[in-house]
């Protein structure tokens, strides 16, 4: 069956050192999420892309990037993590056809 | 931009007894909106959604929502709840057509079933 996976499920890592967060699918998704989830705001967008070679930013884009060099991955990169950083962290692909996000099982971030 | 608001981050029901579970959307143009629901530790997963065919929407597990476009609500009801049903729920409306994804989410709902 395809899916989408996330690596790794559970991350601590000090203020200041580089993380990155990896999101992998299997069903040939055009489009790929990464959105993070914090209590009291729900799901929010960080960064997004429609095919290799495309990112975007998102609303919370802030201290985070991603690269799109396959249509299978799409890795979050945070460039010196913060504490504000901690959270819940969501990869989400589409066809676009049908408008349904397909998740992964999320990544558990704490910054110290 | 398009924007979506859950009435009660909590809700609470006894088994068997109603579940509604309110959002209200804000959009420019015709939107597709969308109930999604995560259990504890897992990703969300798709409950139903509207894309401007029948306004009275049939999901898993015996949901529905009724898209009102007078009231800009997409409220999601189950007759009985199960113990089961107990979750968090998030309404959401996409932005740019089903051909880009990328949706916009409420703040969510705990939705807590006692025995």
């Known amino acids: 069956d395809a899916e989408i996976t996330q690596s790794p499920r559970h991350k601590i890592t000090e203020t200041g050192r580089q993380v990155t967060l990896a999101c992998h699918q299997t069903?040939?998704?055009?489009?790929m999420f990464w959105y993070r989830q914090d209590l009291g705001h729900g799901l929010r967008l960080i960064h997004y892309?429609?095919?290799?070679?495309?990112?975007n930013k998102g609303e919370v884009s802030d201290g985070y990037s991603v690269s799109r060099s396959n249509t299978e991955d799409l890795p979050l990169t945070l460039e010196s993590a913060a504490s504000s950083q901690t959270s819940v962290y969501f990869c989400?692909?589409?066809?676009?056809?049908?408008?349904?996000?397909?998740f992964g099982e999320g990544s558990r971030l704490t910054v110290l | 931009a398009q924007s979506v608001t859950q009435l009660g981050s909590h809700v609470s029901v006894s088994e068997g007894a109603l579940v509604l579970l309110r959002c209200n959307y804000s959009?420019?143009?015709?939107?597709?909106l969308f109930w999604y629901v995560q259990y504890p530790n897992q990703g969300l997963q798709l409950l139903l959604k509207?894309?401007?065919?029948?306004?009275l929407v049939k999901g898993i597990n015996g949901f529905e929502a009724e898209f009102k476009k007078s009231e800009t609500s997409f409220h999601l009801t189950k007759p009985s709840a199960h113990m089961s049903d107990a979750a968090e729920y998030f309404c959401?409306?996409?932005?740019?057509?089903?051909?880009?994804?990328?949706?916009?989410f409420g703040q969510g709902t705990i939705l807590t079933v006692h025995p």
């Open positions: 069903w040939n998704h055009n489009n």
């Open positions: 959401a409306v996409i932005e740019g057509g089903t051909s880009y994804g990328k949706l916009t």
């Open positions: 989400a692909s589409t066809d676009g056809n049908t408008g349904e996000l397909f």
């Open positions: 509207y894309t401007s065919a029948a306004t």
């Open positions: 959009s420019s143009v015709p939107p597709y």
């Open positions: 892309s429609y095919g290799v070679q495309d990112t």
